[in-house]
C-alpha cells in the first residue's frame, strides 16, 4: 500500500532540488558521451519506515532501480549497510539502507528526477522509507573520473567509510584551515595498512555539504586502524577529527551490492 502522505513529502524532498540543478546545467553539451569527468553520483541513505518490513523495502527498491537502470545515462547502482555509526546516535542501524546511483551528467540526473518520481515504482519505494540524506554529488577535481563500480566491489570483502559533513556547522570555519587539515589527515590514512582509496566529494545542491568516502580492506583492518593510538594519536588525526569530525552522518558500511 502506497503512503500518500509519505510519498507526497518525498517527491518534493526528490524534485525540488532538481529544481537547483537545472540552473547547474552546462550549456556545452560537446563533451563526449564516455566522459566520466562530469558524472553525477545520487547518495540516498534511508531508513525503513516502521511497520514496512525488509522484504518489502528490498523488494520495492529492486523493482525502482531495475526501471532506473533502463534508462539511458544510468549506471552502477550500489547499496551498502551500516554496521558502525561514528556519530554515536541512536539511529538503528539494521533498517538503514544507502544507495549509490551513478548519472552521466547534471542533465541526465535532472530529467530522470523529474520524470520517474511519479511512476508507480517510484511511488511504492518513496512509501517505504523515510531519507536521512539526500545529495547529488561530483568528486573534487583530483579524484576524477570516478567509476562507482569499481569502489569497494562486492565480494571483496572490501567495506566502505562514509562521513557527511555540513561546513557551516563549524564554528569560525575557515576553508584554507580545513583544506590543509584534511589533506595531511588523508596523506596520514593513506600510509596505514589496509587502506584501499579515499574519494572526496562535493554536494551540487548544497556548496556546504561535503563527504568523505574511504574504503578499507575489511572490516578488521578498519578496526585495526581506528584501534591504533599512534595514528588516532597522531597531530594529523587529532587536528582534523578534533576539529572537523562528521556532523552530519559518519558511519562504516558493509556491500550489499
Known sequence: MIRKNNFFALTLFFVLPLLVLSSCKDDDDSTPQNDKNDDVFELAIRRVNTGVSISEFTSARDTFVAKLMTEEGTSNDREVQPFFNYLGSDLPLDSV????????????????????????????????????????????????????????????????????????????????????????????????????????????????????????????????????????????TQTFIGNYPPSVFGTINTILK
Open 97 to 236: 539502507y544507502i544507495g549509490l546511483t551513478q548519472y552521466e551528467d547534471v542533465a541526465t540526473y535532472n530529467s530522470l528526477g523529474q520524470s520517474l518520481s511519479s511512476s508507480t515504482e517510484a511511488q511504492t519505494f518513496f512509501g517505504t522509507f523515510t531519507p536521512i540524506i539526500f545529495e547529488a554529488l561530483q568528486p573534487l577535481d583530483e579524484y576524477k573520473p570516478v567509476d562507482l563500480g569499481t569502489v569497494a566491489p562486492l565480494g571483496t570483502g572490501q567495506v566502505l567509510e562514509i562521513a557527511v559533513r555540513d561546513l557551516s556547522t563549524y564554528s569560525n570555519f575557515n576553508q584554507a584551515d580545513y583544506e590543509t587539515a584534511r589533506d595531511a589527515f588523508l596523506t596520514k590514512l593513506s600510509q596505514q595498512n589496509g587502506f584501499v582509496k579515499e574519494i572526496q566529494w562535493k554536494s551540487v545542491l548544497n556548496p556546504n555539504i561535503v563527504v568523505g568516502m574511504t574504503v578499507y580492506e575489511s572490516q578488521q583492518a578498519v578496526i585495526a586502524i581506528n584501534s591504533d593510538a599512534t595514528f588516532t594519536g597522531s597531530l594529523e
